[in-house]
């Protein structure tokens, strides 16, 4: 039996580290919606994901819900949390029944307080997580103290896919590791065409032109810190939750969020065997996994819910 790649994770974060916004974004690049509307907008622009009357008016997510959409040939299933402390009930229920999570940190601030609640609950379960690294295009935190405030607090090891290129009004887009260019910040909430530059050649004077000569020699000494003290991104941590993949960007700017979910796409594991335990629920009971390619039908219910309309 055949079954379609598929990924159910969900986005984790402080109140109003950007969460709703990104999930806009990716319903975006899945074609789920035709526009991303700003969450604090006073147009009646609302995510898609925040549906109830109280939550358009607070801009906050208050009850979880599920969008299904497709993206680079997978099924990917995305599961709004309510990032609010009193509504984090139902966030610790939704994380039971994910594959992967994706961490959202608000650069000006670092780890806040509901994220270590919630990557306690991920810690649980051992789940694979993807970092980004928001609002960078703002006056924010030094990246590599960024990655030490992660790594201190959250207890998992920090591997930059991309890195920052300045911040706030200097900021000029992110290197990618992989590919060597810089991707072209562009300060417009609009999608827009992505532009790189060729990084492949720190010293090329084309470079400099670009982004100018300080901003090139900071670079080119953080690089070679990121190099000297940060180990090579490792499938099998990721998936057993030891690291986790970090991207730098803007999710309101629509900056840094299709290689973050180019990403997940790629490296998210799709659905794992369940341990289950065969009713009646005694001491007795018999214990069981249930594979996901069972051909009897199962599922795992973390939220039943009627009258919502």
């Known amino acids: 039996m055949s079954f379609k790649p598929r990924c159910t994770f969900a986005i984790i974060s402080h109140p109003d580290a950007g969460k709703t916004t990104i999930t806009e974004k990716l319903l975006w690049f899945g074609g789920v919606v035709r526009e991303a509307g700003m969450v604090k907008s006073k147009s009646g622009d609302f995510a898609k994901s925040d549906w109830m009357e109280l939550e358009q008016q607070r801009g906050i997510s208050i009850t979880s819900s599920v969008m299904s959409f497709e993206y680079n040939d997978r099924a990917l299933h995305l599961l709004d949390t309510p990032g609010h402390k009193d509504f984090s009930e139902d ?9 992967s999570v994706l961490m959202m940190i608000d650069s000006a601030k670092g780890v806040e307080a509901q994220t270590i609640k919630l990557m306690e609950v991920c810690r649980m379960r051992d789940t694979p997580i993807v970092t980004f690294m928001n609002k960078y295009d703002r006056e924010a935190m030094d990246p590599f103290a960024l990655l030490d405030n992660i790594e201190s607090i959250l207890k998992i090891q920090c591997i930059p896919m991309t890195w920052p290129v300045g911040n706030g009004v200097d900021f000029k887009g992110v290197y990618d590791f992989k590919t ?3 991707l072209s910040f562009k300060d417009s909430r609009d999608p827009f065409t992505p532009s790189f530059i060729d990084a492949q050649d720190l010293d090329s004077p084309a470079l400099n032109a670009a982004i100018g000569e300080a901003i090139v020699e900071k670079l080119k000494e953080e690089l070679e810190m990121v190099e000297t003290l940060i180990p090579e991104f490792s499938m099998e941590e990721y998936q057993a939750g030891i690291q986790t993949p970090v991207f ?8 840094g969020v299709k290689e973050t979910l180019d990403l997940i796409t790629q490296i998210a594991p799709t659905p794992r065997p369940r341990d289950a335990v065969m009713a009646p629920y005694d001491s007795s009971a018999k214990r069981i996994t249930i594979e996901p390619t069972d051909p009897e039908f199962t599922g795992f219910i973390f939220k039943i819910q009627a009258n919502m309309d």
Do not use: D, H, M, P
């Open 91 to 99: 966030t610790y229920r939704t994380l039971t029944a994910v594959e």
């Open 248 to 255: 730098f960007g803007s999710a309101l700017k629509n900056f």
């Open 180 to 182: 060597k260019q810089i």
